[in-house]
């Protein structure tokens, strides 16, 4: 019979154990949380859960006014607990904080987001009268412009912090991209015409910007060809096992495509002979690399070796003559230049754009070689004109 009743008062407590555990949602900015009966003594066998729930942006301050649960070793018996999803903050008990148990005293305790438990718990018997707490929390704002650690969140140039969240904005000339977090640079109408000239990434030398698409067009007179030349300083992300997956250039030839070129090693030298070339320039959203610098010049077709004329003179006169350069040629002492029956003292020639030249060379000859129109050579009467 005993048996019975000792199961019968087992079961008893154990359903008034379960009856007096709960759980509280408090969605409030800021409230007040007490333990059972505050301020009078707490019950045994008590256990409450508060779940603090404030929007994002902000976290949850929780601090006490008062403070008087039964001691006990690492605080085995009555004890408050403040916790997160995954992470206990704090676990209090007893008067006063000692080697083996800790009160809240003036602490305050911050949750790392905008989540946080709190759960009161007394065993069965207190010898004493404990009171219990008084405790108070609040939301408090995240300012994620210093707290945020994760860089796929963090603003790339400027941060501005307000109630309840954040925003980013971008340096003078850049333009805050979709992600609402990059900034990157209108960079894909650059042209350029001259026969030689400098390119570079955008805020060369310093890191290039994020989410960007850079196109260069290199546009010359048909006739020249363009040459290419990085510099030393090359340094644009890459990847140890997969061919530039991120950042990279690429150098389009007419139907060729030349690249795409990353890491630290700058290519070699590139004739494209071609007069036009696209130069793009691709970065992702991460990564903090200098960038690189190019220069380029124009290379006109090569025309053939000239020989001056007998008794004549090409000026300038060089070894190899390209597009666009001009030849004077001139003829000695004594000579004039005849080209198609027409005295000159100079004829001038020019390299064209498909390699050959403007006109031949002409003839430098003595004045009474020359033929006027009747075929009669100058200084000549002709027949029968007497």
């Not at 301050?61 to 070793?73: A, D, G, I, R, V």
């Not at 904080?97 to 069965?124: A, K, N, W």
């Not at 995240?142 to 971008?170: A, F, M, P, T, W």
Request: aromatic share 12%.
């Amino acid at each position: 019979m005993s048996f019975r009743w000792l199961l019968l008062y087992h079961a008893l407590c154990f359903s008034l154990s379960k009856a007096s555990a709960h759980t509280v949602e408090l969605n409030d900015m800021f409230g007040q949380i007490q333990s059972p009966g505050y301020p009078d003594s707490y019950p045994s066998d008590s256990e409450v859960t508060w779940n603090i729930t404030v929007p994002d942006g902000f976290r949850i301050k929780l601090y006490f006014m008062h403070f008087n649960l039964e001691s006990s070793y690492l605080c085995e018996y009555d004890y408050v607990k403040v916790e997160t999803e995954d992470q206990v903050l704090a676990t209090f008990c007893g008067r006063e904080t000692t080697d083996t148990e800790q009160t809240p005293g003036q602490e305050v305790v911050l949750s790392p987001g905008s989540f946080m438990s709190i759960t009161f718990r007394s065993d069965f018997s207190n010898e004493e009268r404990f009171t219990g707490f008084d405790a108070h929390y609040m939301a408090v704002d995240v300012d994620e412009c210093k707290e945020r650690e994760d860089e796929e969140l963090s603003c790339d140039h400027y941060c501005h912090n307000y109630i309840g969240g954040y925003y980013c904005s971008c340096r003078f000339g850049y333009i805050l991209h979709t992600d609402n977090r990059t900034c990157r640079v209108e960079c894909s109408d650059n042209l350029f015409t001259q026969r030689t000239g400098v390119i570079t990434s955008p805020d060369f030398p310093n890191p290039y910007p994020k989410s960007s698409e850079c196109l260069y067009t290199i546009e010359l007179e048909e006739g020249f060809m363009v040459n290419l030349q990085f510099e030393d300083i090359f340094d644009i992300e890459d990847h140890p096992e997969v061919p530039c997956p991120y950042d990279y250039i690429k150098i389009k030839v007419g139907p060729k495509v030349l690249g795409p070129f990353c890491g630290e090693k700058a290519p070699e030298p590139i004739n494209t002979q071609s007069h036009s070339v696209l130069i793009l320039f691709h970065s992702d959203n991460s990564g903090e690399n200098r960038g690189w610098r190019l220069s380029y010049r124009a290379a006109g077709n090569e025309c053939p070796e000239l020989q001056p004329p007998v008794h004549g003179k090409i000026e300038p006169s060089q070894a190899k003559y390209s597009f666009k350069d001009q030849v004077l040629i001139s003829c000695d002492t004594g000579y004039k230049v005849l080209k198609d029956n027409v005295e000159m003292d100079t004829f001038q020639i020019e390299c064209l754009k498909d390699g050959t030249w403007s006109n031949k060379i002409p003839t430098c000859k003595t004045p009474q070689h020359w033929r006027d129109p009747s075929g009669a050579c100058k200084g000549e009467s002709v027949a029968g004109a007497l």
